[in-house]
Nanobody, 127 residues
Framework: QVQLVESGGGLVQAGDSLRLSCAASGGAFSRAVMGWFRQAPGKEREPVAAISWSGISTWYAASVKGRVTISVDNAKNAVYLEINDLKPEDTAVYYC????????????????????WGRGTQVTVSS
């Protein structure tokens, strides 16, 4: 049973930095692609970043590129999302997701390709 558990969210001020964590278990992650998505109040869920389990390939949404770093720690079975210079528009529930499939996964923000999801962690940025 694949399980993804996010942590690290909270109330922060604009300009602060934050590191979100995703603990992954129960799956064959060696060929997986991991992603972070977010959903702001009243808006559709959108992709933020993605990374291959190997860490070789990454993808970032244009809206966060330059402020966000996605990384993976294979020894800890964990994926991280570091956000710098937080802005009020970063306020959202952040979700960890995984592509685990028999074919080759794609390092992308295309939501439909991800077949496992965490329950999310709230990030609130005050101005």
């Amino acid at each position: 049973q694949v399980q993804l558990v996010e942590s690290g969210g909270g109330l922060v001020q604009a300009g602060d930095s934050l590191r979100l964590s995703c603990a992954a278990s129960g799956g064959a992650f060696s060929r997986a692609v991991m992603g972070w998505f977010r959903q702001a109040p009243g808006k559709e869920r959108e992709p933020v970043a993605a990374i291959s389990w190997s860490g070789i390939s990454t993808w970032y949404a244009a809206s966060v590129k330059g402020r966000v770093t996605i990384s993976v720690d294979n020894a800890k079975n964990a994926v991280y999302l570091e956000i710098n210079d937080l802005k009020p528009e970063d306020t959202a529930v952040y979700y960890c997701a995984a592509q685990i499939r028999s074919n080759i996964p794609i390092v992308t923000g295309e939501e439909r390709l991800y077949n496992h999801w965490g329950r999310g962690t709230q990030v609130t940025v005050s101005s």
